[in-house]
């Protein structure tokens, strides 16, 4: 494996930003990997854990050697960040994002760079799961995972390809779109599925009032699975929801439609729509099913030797 | 473990009654085994698995020499097959159920035995997968899982006990309570969830004619594992909708205000509310998660050498 920087800066060094270090570092891709963040106590646990070599106080300091600057941090920082280091980064750094929502982020940073955004390409890696922090970090989790960029016409050649190839370092499958494409897409295929998580819960959270506690405790797996993003952090997908405010509405929009069908087939006793639109939807969530996806591996023991994975 | 029939006789060998027979199996707790049902080829599979020692093609033939009878088919099925093999089954013998839905179940099932009501308790083991079929079936599904009873004024006191027996013996955590109150509960954390993950599927299929098939191919882990019970079964999941229709139906509407609860924060851009209610999803959600629960092993080996879990 190239090696993709001597001195890389990652922001945010939780769950994405802590296992891309991971994989570059049981690679050999890296060299110095540089933390910051705003919880003293996580980038701890990254020195620890050996994800990062150091931890900086002070961002704008961190920027001056580095070769890559990584952020990923929750989405309304990203840019704010990007505007206080990039001063200080030398010429030939290349910075990246890994921000659940492109359009507006990638728009606030190339405001921010100015005459400098030729050194962005932003950048989501489509892997997580409801855990959060440098604790949760794995070598495997971005692995056989998709990574989408989002040049735009200011984006440098050359970042693309750096940011290609970070990414590709740490074992993802790298795909181009427009930053509006990539927030359309992502609005119904992942943060719907989380705000109707979010919301199933609160109804039984709801619900607990009449039937006290215990409630809960009856809940088999099929509520724990489709439930289960709803542990993830709400700064975190309070940021992506408003950041990608209107896709997010469509998509809710869209969804409700699509509940009413089922209920109403219900409510009249019309057998036959009824199993017609559940078949409907058993097929296509098999056609998931079947597609070649590596699962992250849970609690796959990684390379580096601190590293080990936690149980959520 | 006592031994709870010396015939048992289980109509329906799919995911729940193929389990209760291979964990009563491996525990020795069980004679003869007589699988029933519609499919050929599913009861051959039960047989080639040694989850049933015989296929009684004939349902009231079955009946004559049994000692107990459990019937874990699709709910609307369960009454008339009841009503069927009554009369052919001697008095010792004893009737339960596995029915996701209880009060019309139960109504229909006393009303179908009139007189020999005493006999039958209604059961509802809550355990299961988006899997379904005798191929699916595992000896350790239902261990430490909870197994509701609903027994009536007209259950016999020695049918409870060995109702309660039976499903102890494969390792449930068995309670009682009112059938009408296990229909509320369950349709708040479980057939909900369910009429949920199929329209969030069907709503992402709808979006494909925009965005064509390569849409779903954007779904990470969180879409997966929310959509995850929509590979169940449309004409068993169609059953419960309709047969817990008002309480279905209550459930959908109580949704409806959290999910609105959310979109209107998004909307008008709340970051306040809007986080605020992501954590309280949050906080219970991960008291869910801290629960003793004993999650289905998947893909653990059973006991019986020819009963292996099969990927689902």
Not at 104 to 112: C, D, I, M, N, T
């Amino acid at each position: 494996v190239r090696r993709i920087a001597d001195r890389l800066v990652i922001a945010g060094v939780g769950l994405i930003g802590g296992s891309l270090a991971a994989a570059l570092k049981s690679h050999g891709a890296v060299g110095e990997v540089i933390g910051i963040g705003r919880t003293r106590e996580n980038l701890r646990i990254a020195k620890q854990r050996g994800l990062i070599d150091r931890i900086a106080t002070d961002p704008v300091e961190a920027a001056r050697d580095a070769d890559m600057l990584v952020v990923a941090t929750p989405v309304q920082a990203i840019a704010p960040l990007v505007a206080l280091m990039a001063h200080a980064l030398p010429p030939r750094a290349v910075i990246t994002d890994a921000g659940s929502v492109k359009a507006p982020v990638v728009a606030a940073v190339e405001r921010a760079l100015g005459r400098q955004a030729a050194r962005f390409c932003g950048s989501h890696p489509i892997a997580g799961t409801e855990s959060s922090g440098a604790a949760a970090a794995r070598a495997d989790l971005l692995a056989g995972a998709r990574c989408i960029l989002t040049p735009t016409a200011r984006t440098a050649a050359s970042t693309r390809r750096h940011v290609r190839t970070l990414w590709e370092a740490a074992g993802m499958r790298v795909e181009e779109m427009p930053a509006r494409l990539h927030d359309r897409l992502l609005a119904r295929v992942s943060h719907l599925p989380h705000v109707i998580a979010y919301a199933l819960v609160n109804a039984v959270a709801d619900a607990e009032r009449d039937h006290g506690r215990r409630l809960l405790s009856y809940a088999g797996g099929g509520f724990g699975d489709s439930t289960r993003v709803a542990a993830s952090s709400p700064e975190m997908w309070r940021d992506i929801c408003v950041a990608n405010r209107d896709e997010v509405l469509r998509a809710i929009d869209d969804f409700l439609p699509a509940l009413a069908r089922l209920r109403d087939a219900i409510e009249v006793g019309d057998r036959d729509t009824l199993e017609a639109e559940l078949a409907r939807a058993q097929s296509v969530r098999r056609r998931l099913a079947a597609m070649p996806r590596p699962a992250p591996r849970r609690g796959t023991v990684t390379r580096l030797s601190t590293a080990r994975a936690r149980k959520p």
